[in-house]
């Protein structure tokens, strides 16, 4: 059995119009702008035609689509899931930055 697997690869200087952002992940232009409205994204530009997006906006998007999918959240849980997630990311980082530091001083 053969299976296929696709995949892109996001840098961090790339930056992706709306419609580029909607064939990426598999959404509608209107469940991005709800996403924005929310605050869960935010892209860089004052209209529409103008907004960009970076790496942190897909993988934002990204996870709220299984938040929303997979555990059924609503956007306002889905906005505090990934705020929650990114904090716990920045407490993981310093963890190790301390124990670094604790390392050294042995």
């Known amino acids: 059995m053969k299976i296929d697997i696709q ?3 996001f840098d961090e200087s790339s ?11 598999s959404v509608r232009a209107q469940f991005v702008q709800d996403l924005i409205d929310e ?3 935010s892209p860089k530009g ?28 609503n956007l306002p849980g889905t ?5 929650l997630l990114e904090e716990i990311e920045e407490l993981r980082q310093k963890k190790l930055q301390l124990e670094k530091i604790y390392a050294l001083e042995k």
């Open 39 to 41: 605050g869960i994204l």
């Open 79 to 83: 906005a505090l899931a990934l705020d």
């Open 46 to 73: 004052k209209h529409p035609g103008d907004w960009r997006f970076g790496a942190v906006e897909i993988k934002r998007l990204q996870i709220s689509i299984r938040l929303q999918q997979d555990l059924r959240i």
């Open 15 to 25: 930056t992706y119009r709306l419609r580029d952002l909607c064939r990426l992940c």
């Open 7 to 9: 995949c892109t690869v």
